[in-house]
């Protein structure tokens, strides 16, 4: 009993010093960016970066603050983008995922085929480009943002079907239709609430890809006010880095009196484009597991 | 008998409804399609009914920083369309400004989905957008509406707009020739003893930089410059060792590390060349004595940056600007120039979209981004008054400055950083914190005196032998950086580098670019 006793507790050491480790390894780069952005400009330069910042100084924020009418702005449109593509992306997957996980569904194979089809071949970029532009328009308007690539994601699909198949028994559905509950009912009364640790994984997956997405901007974006806070930031970086070096592209142009971000700005706004999934995620953290496991190993 | 004949007549007759149901959906598609491009064509033509004129001219810029909002555009745009009418032209102009990261994608994407795009800059490159058909002949247009800007830029320079002896683009005409200087802090150059003309090129900097770190050890006595796309952190040995007066080297671009030296018109392998040696062995020198930062090929952060941060006493860096210009834009530094390029190559070139409705009127609006003084400032500065006032006239050249308390983030419209991408340079205002008057005239004069290299003009085409281009940049791309940076041993790497890139496939490049360059030399 002692023995079994030391044993539990060595193990549970070691797995407590490899997540520290781990822990640490993945702070580490969190907490240099934000000491970075905290840090005067030409100590950063002359310094380096460090965990404590040699000279602590907020004129990165106060600049981000003076362009706050644009960084404001595409914050906004990350936080819209974000809410409504999430929560429209997990009801239709789910409502798909639904059917696909009914015994009785004929075609359940068929479209679970279909799914898993779009997640091996696509279209590529040229062909859905001339689909979303010249047939359904969505050049340069918010829909641009929302809709592709990101709306349904087959791997979400299958996650969610998984989840319903191997969680939700066969036997509650029959209870509640001996109950006279109609399809809609049941979908809403049972399958939903029952099925919170999945959806609310894949709500951060998608909300994470979401969040992230600059590639939709790229392509199918030039009105600025549509920027999303990532796409204003990956567009703003790669400008300046063109700026910096030494490109034909601005031969002949003075540049030198410009006041361009430099990189403790660049810092700043990379602080707060992750901030609000810092802030989400340990409320969901228990959840997340949950639906991980159960939705993605077995079935 | 009789049931077979029916089922057959039954079985053709529902194909028959099916082909019909086919055609008529496409048939709707097509008319779906046909109503859309009217939408697209009445909303166009409304507008042009609206300013009582003829065809809309789009012109699609990048633009770098700052994209000005649909809402800036407009009054821009009002004005600018204003303007044209006045000086009879039957066409109005939509402006299209496309953040400068996304520009070469989704004009390439326009392109492709059949949209309008209208005068475009095919940054992707020249004979890139020739071969997949994104570009129109011009040379119906060179003897008239392009006329203006053939007699300005003269035949020399339009070759870089030129594939397979057709003209398909305009190059944007600006202070090309770049002298690189060597920014040094005034009071750690004093304290050396050395003189201006002690420095005659990046050679000669040396003995300065190695009294530079006796008498100042605590920091270092050049920082390195940012390298473009990958090619690694360097000192400009490259382009200053190239200059004419040196080893006049010309590189073919694409990163391939293909150049042609002197007036030969032989491709060769760059890293095979004494000139690639010396560019190496002359970091590593310094790199040895200590002279340099030590993440010099790794940092991302600009020479200037480095230098104002004092972390380094200086930093070699091109301009078009004159010297004392160059020195001023730092505080408290000297600006000795070490070199002068030649006009190698040029990719920055302006043309019209294959797709293009109306060619003859965008050709003509083309022109006037060279020759019209009113047009070119509309589009990188907008409207006096609410964009920027106008200070003063020096040297004939218009100053100009931001409307009290804005700047080039708060302005309505602005495209003060496209002014090195298009159009005519030596027409733009000068703004005040830009290039000054001055110094405009100052790089007018360089343009008229450029040497010109052999082949400029010559654009490789990497299509046929792309793989192997790739190869070549990523295998050089692990040692160029750590060799121009003075932090692999030359004697080592240099051999490693050769291995590395004729594994990759460089013989056949070598090939295909010769072969180009002979075929484009008959042509001339």
């Known amino acids: ?299 | 008998m009789n049931k077979k004949v029916i089922s057959t007549l039954l079985a053709a007759a529902s194909v028959i409804t099916l082909i019909g149901c086919g055609s008529s959906t496409t048939a709707k598609t097509d008319e779906t399609a046909a109503e859309n491009s009217t939408v697209q064509t009445t909303e166009a033509a409304a507008k042009a009914a609206s300013s009582g004129e003829g065809s809309v001219v789009t012109f699609s810029y990048p633009t770098l920083v700052v994209t000005p909002t649909p809402e800036g555009v407009a009054p821009v745009e009002d004005a600018l369309n204003d303007y044209l009418k006045s000086i009879g032209k039957n066409y109005t102009v939509d402006l299209n400004p496309i953040d400068g990261n996304n520009y070469p994608t989704q004009t390439d994407m326009a392109i492709m989905s059949n949209e309008n795009v209208g005068i475009y800059c095919p940054l992707a490159g020249l004979s890139n957008a020739v071969s997949s058909n994104k570009l129109l002949p011009l040379d119906d247009y060179l003897g008239a509406e392009l006329k203006p800007v053939v007699d300005l830029e003269g035949d020399q320079m339009l070759r870089s707009g030129k594939v397979d002896g057709i003209t398909y683009a305009m190059p944007c005409y600006k202070g090309y020739i770049l002298y690189y200087y060597w920014v040094v802090d005034k009071d750690i150059f004093d304290a050396t003893g050395f003189a201006g003309n002690d420095i005659t090129d990046i050679r000669s900097l040396t003995p300065i930089l190695e009294k530079i770190h006796e008498q100042n050890p605590d920091i270092a006595a050049i920082a390195p410059t940012l390298g473009l796309n990958g090619t690694g952190n360097n000192y400009c040995q490259l382009p200053t060792m190239g200059d004419p007066d040196d080893y006049k080297v010309t590189d073919l671009g694409s990163f391939l590390g293909l150049i042609v030296e002197g007036d030969s018109t032989k491709v060769e392998n760059m890293y095979e060349t004494q000139y690639f040696k010396e560019a190496c062995e002359l970091a590593y020198d310094w790199n040895q004595k200590g002279l340099t930062i030590k993440d010099a090929s790794v940092t991302t952060d600009t020479p200037t940056d480095t230098q104002q941060a004092g972390r380094a006493a200086s930093n070699i860096i091109g301009y078009g600007n004159s010297a004392e210009s160059v020195a001023a834009f730092t505080d408290n530094t000297y600006a000795f120039p070490i070199s002068k390029t030649m006009m190698a190559s040029n990719s920055l070139v302006w043309g019209i979209a294959s797709n293009c409705s109306n060619p003859r009127e965008s050709a003509d609006f083309l022109s006037l981004l060279y020759t019209d003084e009113q047009v070119i400032n509309y589009i990188i500065y907008g409207t006096e008054g609410d964009d920027y006032v106008v200070t003063g006239e020096e040297n004939g050249i218009k100053t100009i400055a931001y409307p009290e308390g804005q700047d080039m983030n708060s302005v309505p419209y602005t495209a003060q950083l496209s002014c090195g991408i298009l159009g005519n340079q030596f027409i733009m205002y000068a703004i005040e914190g830009g290039t000054s008057p001055a110094d405009i005239s100052f790089m007018k004069e360089n343009m008229d005196k450029a040497v010109y290299s052999p082949v400029f003009g010559y654009q490789i085409d990497v299509t046929p032998v792309s793989t192997q281009a790739s190869a070549i940049s990523n295998a050089a791309n692990q040692y160029t950086g750590g060799l121009l940076c003075g932090e692999l041993d030359p004697k080592t790497y240099i051999p490693q580098l050769i291995d590395a890139v004729n594994a990759a496939g460089m013989q056949d490049v070598i090939a295909v670019a010769q072969d180009q360059l002979d075929a484009w030399k008959t042509e001339q």
């Open chain 1, 1 to 299: 009993m002692k023995h079994n006793h030391n044993s539990e507790t060595r193990f549970r050491t070691v797995c407590l010093i490899i997540l520290l480790i781990f822990t640490v390894l993945c702070l580490a780069p969190f907490v240099l960016m934000f000491s970075a952005s905290i840090t005067e400009e030409d100590a950063l330069i002359k310094d380096g970066y460090r965990f404590f910042p040699s000279q602590i100084s907020f004129a990165t924020y106060a600049f981000l603050w003076a362009k706050r009418e644009t960084i404001g702005r595409s914050y906004l449109m990350s936080i819209i983008v974000t809410g409504l593509g999430t929560l429209t992306s997990v009801i239709i997957t789910s409502m798909l995922a639904y059917p696909l996980a009914r015994r009785d569904f004929k075609w359940r194979n068929a479209f679970a085929f279909i799914i898993f089809f779009t997640m091996m071949f696509n279209g590529g970029m040229t062909a859905s480009y001339i689909i979303w532009t010249r047939y359904f328009h969505i050049k340069d308007t918010f829909w641009a943002l929302l809709i592709p690539n990101l709306l349904m994601n087959g791997m979400n699909v299958l996650m969610v079907r998984n989840y319903y198949q191997s969680s939700i028994p066969d036997s509650i559905l029959e209870a509640a239709r001996v109950d006279g509950a109609s399809e809609m009912m049941i979908y809403r009364r049972i399958i939903l609430p029952l099925s919170t640790p999945v959806l609310i994984t894949i709500s951060l997956f998608t909300g994470m890809a979401y969040w992230n997405d600059w590639t939709n901007g790229l392509y199918y974006i030039t009105n600025q006010k549509l920027f999303t806070i990532n796409v204003y930031l990956n567009n703003l970086m790669k400008n300046i880095q063109l700026l910096a070096s030494q490109s034909s592209l601005t031969e002949g142009a003075n540049l030198a009196g410009l006041d361009l971000p430099a990189v403790g700005a660049r810092m700043a706004i990379a602080m707060i484009a992750v901030l609000p999934v810092m802030l989400i995620f340990p409320f969901i953290q228990g959840q997340l597991i949950k639906g991980v496991v159960i939705g993605g190993v077995k079935g």
